[in-house]
Nanobody, 124 residues
Framework: QVQLVESGGGLVQAGGSLRLSCVAS????????VGWFRQAPGKEREFVAA????????TYADSSKGRFTISRDNNKRTAYLQMNSLKPEDTAVYYC?????????????????WGQGTQVTVSS
């Protein structure tokens, strides 16, 4: 199994930045894709961004484009989500997910492994 642990969440003022990290308990193969999702109270979980561990192919939700950047460091077994220009509507629990041999995907059903989430709160 692949265990994922998110960190880097917290409380930030609107317009500020946070960088989330997702650390895997074992080595990611180059074919593993990592995605970021988020869920606000009373809302459905939604896609944020995804990246393949084999290269730099990425995809973003429309709400993330221009503000968020997904990246990775395979030597550290870590994926990142850099979030800039944060808005109160970005407040949610953020989850990372992983799946082998998968293109960057916005569909949560396509990911097998999930972290427990990290809380991001953006104040106005």
């Amino acid at each position: 199994q692949v265990q994922l642990v998110e960190s880097g969440g917290g409380l930030v003022q609107a317009g500020g930045s946070l960088r989330l990290s997702c650390v895997a308990s074992r080595h990611f193969f180059s074919s593993y894709t990592v995605g970021w999702f988020r869920q606000a109270p009373g809302k459905e979980r939604e896609f944020v961004a995804a990246i393949t561990w084999n290269g730099s192919t990425t995809t973003y939700a429309d709400s993330s484009k221009g503000r968020f950047t997904i990246s990775r460091d395979n030597n550290k077994r870590t994926a990142y989500l850099q979030m800039n220009s944060l808005k109160p509507e970005d407040t949610a629990v953020y989850y990372c997910a992983a799946e082998a041999s998968l293109r960057p995907s916005e569909y949560e059903a396509e990911y097998r492994y999930w972290g427990q989430g990290t809380q991001v709160t953006v104040s106005s």
